[in-house]
């Protein structure tokens, strides 16, 4: 039977390894949020979208968003392809920043749509405030996923490609 403080010091290990350093984070934000913020940029400048304003807001959206996904799916990737094979790690980088990217971008997305529906919502930590807060979140977040993650294409998806080949040869 193996024993507890044992198997901690393996899981603590194993995190304190998949952590990205400072600058490899930091660096990696700054570049992913560009590429992310520039991504919905040319689409939305393409398609002749809305005011100039708004442009700007979901840009920025886009990449905030992408700024803080990146850490996450960086140590998520190392997490998952700690010792194995340059595939592992070219798969894991593309599924956990792509993951990791959608989530946090439609989570901010989300907060937002939140923020504007606030108005009509009961009063806060109420049983009616959580069922509403709870549908509000859900329904931004499937709006997200529907109409928003065409905005990485495809620019976003070439990015993805390029951080999860870069990636891939880190970890060799």
């Known amino acids: ?18 952590l990205p350093s400072p600058g490899a984070a930091l660096c990696g934000a700054l570049l992913w949020a560009a590429a992310m ?3 919905g940029l040319v689409n939305l400048l393409l398609d002749d979208w809305e005011t100039p304003a708004k442009i700007r807001f979901v ?6 968003g ?11 990737a190392r997490l998952v392809s700690l010792g194995r094979h340059w595939q592992v790690a070219l798969a894991a980088a593309f599924v956990c ?15 937002h749509y939140r923020s504007y529906y606030a108005q009509w919502h009961e009063p806060a930590l109420t ?3 959580s069922i509403q807060f709870v ?5 931004a977040f499937y709006q997200f996923i529907v109409l928003g993650i065409r905005l990485y294409f495809p620019l976003g998806f070439i990015a ?4 999860s080949i870069w990636f891939a040869r880190q970890q060799r």
């Open 1 to 18: 039977m193996t024993p507890l403080p044992f198997i901690r010091n393996c899981v603590l290990d194993r995190i304190h390894k998949a």
């Open 37 to 39: 913020g520039t991504s």
């Open 59 to 64: 840009s920025l959206l886009y990449a905030a």
């Open 66 to 76: 992408g700024a803080l996904a990146f850490p996450v799916g960086l140590f998520l």
């Open 97 to 111: 920043l792509l993951v990791a990217t959608i989530g946090f971008t439609g989570g901010l997305f989300a907060l």
């Open 127 to 129: 049983l009616a405030w």
């Open 135 to 139: 549908h509000t979140v859900a329904t």
């Open 160 to 163: 993805l490609a390029v951080a």
